[in-house]
């Protein structure tokens, strides 16, 4: 079950060690990262991999689609900041409005 943001422990600490995952934090997005699979270079050739690099959150994860490696996104822990769109090189990574 995900806490509410009012029921996370002061200044975020982390009392207990791997609670991380009971704090799904998708909830404050408000735009979700798109992938588009004909402009990802990762589906074309197994290259890049940027935005699962760059993800401060690991919301970026591999995945498998139609027998090939690929990326997807855990939307529960997701804020929405950005960044894989922003670093990736062929823009097949948008942000759509929640």
Aim: with cysteine; glycine share 10%; charged share 30%.
């Amino acid at each position: 079950m995900s806490e509410k943001y009012n029921e996370i422990p002061i200044a975020g600490n982390i009392i207990e060690p791997g609670n991380s995952e009971k704090y799904k934090t998708g909830g404050w997005r408000a735009e979700r990262p798109i992938l588009s699979d004909e402009k990802c270079l990762w589906l074309k050739n197994g290259t890049c991999g940027r935005c699962w690099i760059f993800c401060p959150d690991m919301a970026v994860i591999l995945t498998e689609k139609d027998g090939k490696h690929a990326f997807a996104f855990n939307y529960d822990y997701c804020k929405g900041c950005g960044i894989c769109a922003n670093e990736c090189p062929t823009d097949a990574i948008h942000l759509e409005k929640e």
